[in-house]
Structure formats: structure tokens, C-alpha cells
């Protein structure tokens, strides 16, 4: 098989962007776009399609199991991770691009610390010891296998970070899953400040337009964390008034 990598690159933040069209043979039928790069990069006096050397393709990778999330880019226009992207099902030109949520560093990287960032602003984790709701098990395990990859925050349309101008509360998907868990998990008198910063950095800010709902490499069901922790954060509260 052989396909053609449509790759949007730049040397570093500041650099102009440019488009290179490197072509890449295999033999695997299982080979995935992560393994391309790999042999790509592995490729000594390496051309592009017009005969131009080929600078190093700069990309992130870690487990290779779809694991850390932190091969995600833009694959064909839609967030997805480089390790579980089968060139079999991407035709014969392979878009690679940046995600554009984030800062761009270098090529295929980007800055992602605003979902660290987020995460220890929004104080998702225990003050003390505290005994988890044992009925909130499947909740919490659903939760758990987040990779904070970002792939949710590329497709929200409500999710606008800082260095695009935004200057909104709102996380978005990504600090859900484990501000979810916890609210889920914990009793009440507990989880009264973190109910309030999911009704504020989340809950106000969330259009409910489910374009997240089916985009997660993780296959979370975000649509059911969404709302089992609307009900306990927002809805609960609201009714006991
Ligand atoms: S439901 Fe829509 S607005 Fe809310 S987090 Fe998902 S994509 Fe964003
Ligand atoms: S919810 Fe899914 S898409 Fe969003 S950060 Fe977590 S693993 Fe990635
Ligand atoms: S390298 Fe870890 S998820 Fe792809």
C-alpha cells in the first residue's frame, strides 16, 4: 500500500507554516499513521513528492497503545490519535495537521498545559480521606480512562482558549471526566465546592451540543457523565430549593 501524507509543518511556533507531501510504503496492513512517522523519520535522505530533503517530522508519542494521549493530531480534519489510526482507512492522501486548540510548537506539536493547567484550577482532587459511594463504581472507572489527549476540546464549539482570544470559565470536555468522577463518588458534604466549580467552569459554559459525544479515542461515554453529573451537581441541588 502506498499513501501520500499531506503534513502541515513549521519549525517552530513563531515559523511560517508550509504543507509537504512526503510519500510511504508498506506492506503491514496494519500499519498506522504513528508507524509511518516512525519509518518516515527512520528514513535516511528522505524526499518529498517534488524531490525537496525532508527536515525530521517533529511529533509526539509515548505508549503507542493508545494509552497517553499524547499522539493526538489532526488526522483527515479530525482529532484522532496516531497510534490507533489505521492508514487502511484514511484513503490514499493522509491530511496531518496540528490540533488548532493549542499552541503550536513544532510541526505536529502542540503546547497542551492549559488541561494540566485547568485541572489543578478547578482543585479536582481530595483535601482529606473520604469514603467513595460504592454505587458510583462504573462511573468512576468510565471516567477514569481519560487521557486528557484534547481531542474533545478541538471539536467544541464552545471552547475557546486564551491564546485564540478567549477569555471565558468555560474547561471544557476534557476537565469533565474527572470532576464527573468525583462528584459521583463522593458523599455530599464533600463535594459542595466541587459541585460549584462544575456548575461554573462547565456546566454554564457547555451548549449541550454533544459534537464531543462521539469524537473521544478513549471511547468515554461523555454523554453519560454529562448527565449523571448534571443531575447531581445542577439539577438536585436546584429541586431541594
Ligand atoms: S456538549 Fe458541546 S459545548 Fe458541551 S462540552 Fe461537548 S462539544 Fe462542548
Ligand atoms: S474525554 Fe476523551 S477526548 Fe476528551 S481529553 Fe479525555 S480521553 Fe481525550
Ligand atoms: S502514543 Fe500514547 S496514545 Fe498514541
Redesign the pocket.
Known amino acids: 500500500m502506498t499513501v501520500r501524507f499531506d503534513i502541515l509543518r513549521r519549525e517552530k511556533a513563531e515559523s511560517m507554516p508550509y504543507r509537504q507531501v512526503i510519500e510511504y510504503t508498506t506492506d503491514d496492513p496494519n500499519a498506522t499513521v504513528a508507524t509511518a512517522l516512525t519509518a518516515l523519520n527512520e528514513t535516511v535522505g528522505l524526499t518529498d513528492v517534488e524531490g525537496r530533503p525532508v527536515e525530521r517530522i517533529m511529533w509526539e508519542c509515548s505508549c503507542l497503545q493508545k494509552k497517553c494521549g499524547a499522539c493526538a493530531m489532526r488526522i483527515n480534519g479530525l482529532p484522532r490519535l496516531a497510534c490507533d489510526t489505521k492508514l487502511k482507512d484514511c484513503g490514499p492522501t493522509i491530511q496531518l495537521e496540528p490540533l488548532k486548540k493549542f499552541p503550536p510548537v513544532a510541526d505536529l506539536i502542540v503546547n497542551r498545559d492549559v488541561l494540566h493547567d485547568n485541572l489543578k484550577a478547578l482543585k479536582v482532587w481530595l483535601e482529606d480521606e473520604a469514603e467513595p459511594d460504592e454505587r458510583a463504581t462504573d462511573i468512576a472507572y468510565e471516567a477514569s480512562r481519560c487521557l486528557q489527549c484534547g481531542c474533545?476540546?478541538e471539536?467544541?464549539?464552545?471552547?475557546l482558549p486564551d491564546f485564540l482570544g478567549g477569555k471565558g470559565q468555560?474547561a471544557?470536555?476534557a476537565a469533565?471526566p474527572p470532576l464527573a468522577r468525583l462528584i459521583a463518588e463522593l458523599p455530599r458534604e464533600k463535594k459542595r465546592e466541587l459541585e460549584k466549580t462544575y456548575r461554573k467552569r462547565?456546566y454554564e459554559?457547555?451548549?449541550?451540543?454533544?459534537?464531543?459525544?462521539n469524537i473521544c479515542p478513549a471511547g468515554i461515554d461523555?454523554?453519560r457523565l454529562?448527565v449523571n453529573s448534571n443531575a447531581m451537581a445542577v439539577w438536585k441541588r436546584l429541586l431541594k430549593k
Open positions: 474533545c476540546l471539536v467544541c464549539p464552545n471552547f468555560f471544557g470536555t469533565m462547565f459554559g457547555c451548549g449541550k451540543s454533544l459534537a464531543c459525544r461523555i454523554e454529562l
